[in-house]
């Protein structure tokens, strides 16, 4: 099937900092990639719909600001949290679907980020 | 979209089909029932998707009746590896590329030796 790459799997960063986490589909084009966001023994919450050549759609209650969204190109879109706090700390994963009558999405290996 | 309600965990022995089941009595016309895998800190693995009556791949089974406000995913002779929790979702998809997919609780599955 198709592979969407997430990275890096794992990051740890300091109060305050900035950390970007890639999102890439390997073997397809995907204008549309969606970002979630999981916190320990709870489902998976989207943040936001990735549009590749225009802004984002962020979810309620998701900060635009905090969490930038950039989707260049039909293979890669980036997420990046800015000004992290511990409370960041989360597993963030990305997810993208080939369309064309294929109704599977394929998820990234998400990304295990500590902000410390 | 239809809301989606599932056991919050099950337990099952090594070589026993296990059957889950999801309500979603809200479920409209042109929705699909789709079942997802996850492993801890991994992303989810798509397992099957459905719109009517039964759906058969390598993996499991989905079992919808007519009236279509509950399914049931069933994996036969599950052993460890398929500890794992599983989705439930509903939605009115079907290789839409650009349709979300928006995740309930899930059924946390245990696998016992």
């Known amino acids: 099937g198709a592979v969407v790459s997430q990275h890096p799997s794992r990051v740890i960063c300091k109060s305050g900092t900035s950390v970007k986490i890639e999102c890439r589909s390997l073997d397809f084009q995907a204008t549309t990639m969606f970002w979630y966001r999981q916190f320990p023994k709870q489902s998976l919450m989207l943040m936001a719909t990735s549009n590749e050549g225009s802004k984002a759609t962020y979810e309620q209650g998701v900060e635009k600001d905090k969490f930038l969204i950039n989707h260049a190109s039909l293979t890669l879109s980036t997420l990046t949290v800015t000004s992290a706090h511990p409370e960041d700390s989360s597993f963030y994963i990305c997810?993208?679907?080939?369309?064309?009558?294929?109704?599977?999405?394929?998820f990234g290996q998400g990304t295990r980020l500590t902000v410390v | 979209l239809a809301k989606t309600t599932q056991p919050i965990s099950m337990d099952s022995y090594e070589g026993q089909e296990v059957n889950i089941t999801c309500s979603h009595n809200?479920?409209?016309?042109?929705?699909?029932i789709t079942w997802y895998q996850q492993f801890p800190s991994q992303g989810p693995r798509f397992i099957i998707q459905g719109y009517k009556t039964k759906v058969t791949n390598e993996v499991a089974s989905l079992f919808i009746p007519a009236d279509r406000k509950s399914s049931t995913l069933s994996l036969p002779r599950v052993s460890l590896s398929d500890t794992a929790v599983y989705y439930c979702l509903v939605g009115p998809y079907s290789g839409a590329g650009s349709y979300q997919l928006t995740f309930g609780k899930g059924t946390k599955l245990s696998v016992i030796p």
């Open positions: 997810s993208a679907r080939v369309g064309r009558g294929n109704p599977e999405a394929f």
């Open positions: 809200n479920i409209a016309t042109n929705d699909y």
